[in-house]
Structures are given as structure tokens and as C-alpha cells.
């Protein structure tokens, strides 16, 4: 039985930050595939950050520079630290694990993707 639960979101001013959490139960994140996600309204669904091996990091264009996908020292949390955010950022984000690998080039497609949370809002204005 594994769950995702994602918290940390709210509403924030442009400009501002906000650190995402995501904590698993049944599953470690060491040595896995991990991943944040966003979803707006009307939009496709697009990957934000990736992380594999605890250490192989991957952003979407948007956000590189501006977010930082991480682990906490025991593997159970993932985080993403927001920081200018922009109204655009606007999204239902989530996070997703998968317990084997993924290729480099499908990380931040989603697809590949076993576990899911169920987001966490975040509303820049």
C-alpha cells in the first residue's frame, strides 16, 4: 500500500517562494525515479523536476534557475523549493515515484510513472 502525499502550497505574490513536500509511505525514494508535475487548467499536464539516483536532476526550461528539486538525508520527502515564482506557475501540482529506472528522455513526461499524490495547489498573483 503506498501513498504520496503532497503539502506546502497556498497563494503567493509574484516574486515569492513556496517549498513543496511530498512524503511516501510503502516506498523509499533512494534510488528511485522521483518527479514533480503541474497541471493547469485547459493545459496539458508538463513535468517541472526530476530526480533519479538521489543525485540526477532534470527541469523543464520554465523553471530552471527558479526551482530546486531535492531530498531530505532519509529518503522519505521529496521537496521542490519555488523561488520567482510568476503567474504562470499557477498549477495543481503533484509528485510522482516510480521504483524502477526511467530513461533519461521520458523523466519528465510522466508516463512512466507507477505512484501519485493527490497535489497540492499553488497560485501565484
Known amino acids: 500500500h503506498v501513498q504520496l502525499v503532497e503539502s506546502g502550497g497556498g497563494s503567493v505574490q509574484a516574486g515569492g517562494s513556496l517549498r513543496l513536500s511530498c512524503s511516501a509511505s510503502?516506498?523509499?525514494?533512494?534510488?528511485?525515479?522521483v518527479g514533480w508535475f503541474r497541471q493547469a487548467p485547459g493545459k496539458e499536464r508538463e513535468g517541472v523536476a526530476s530526480?533519479?539516483?538521489?543525485?540526477?536532476?532534470d527541469y523543464a526550461g520554465s523553471v530552471k534557475g527558479r526551482f530546486t528539486i531535492s531530498l531530505d538525508n532519509a529518503k522519505s520527502t521529496v521537496f521542490l523549493q519555488m523561488n520567482s515564482l510568476r503567474p504562470d506557475d499557477t498549477a495543481m501540482y503533484y509528485c510522482?515515484?516510480?521504483?524502477?529506472?526511467?530513461?533519461?528522455?521520458?523523466?519528465?513526461?510522466?508516463?512512466?510513472?507507477?505512484?501519485w499524490g493527490q497535489g497540492t495547489q499553488v497560485t501565484v498573483s
Open positions: 510522482a515515484a516510480h521504483v524502477e529506472r526511467i530513461s533519461p528522455y521520458l523523466r519528465l513526461t510522466g508516463r512512466e510513472y507507477k505512484y
Open positions: 510503502g516506498l523509499s525514494f533512494s534510488s528511485r525515479c
Open positions: 530526480i533519479a539516483d538521489t543525485s540526477s536532476t
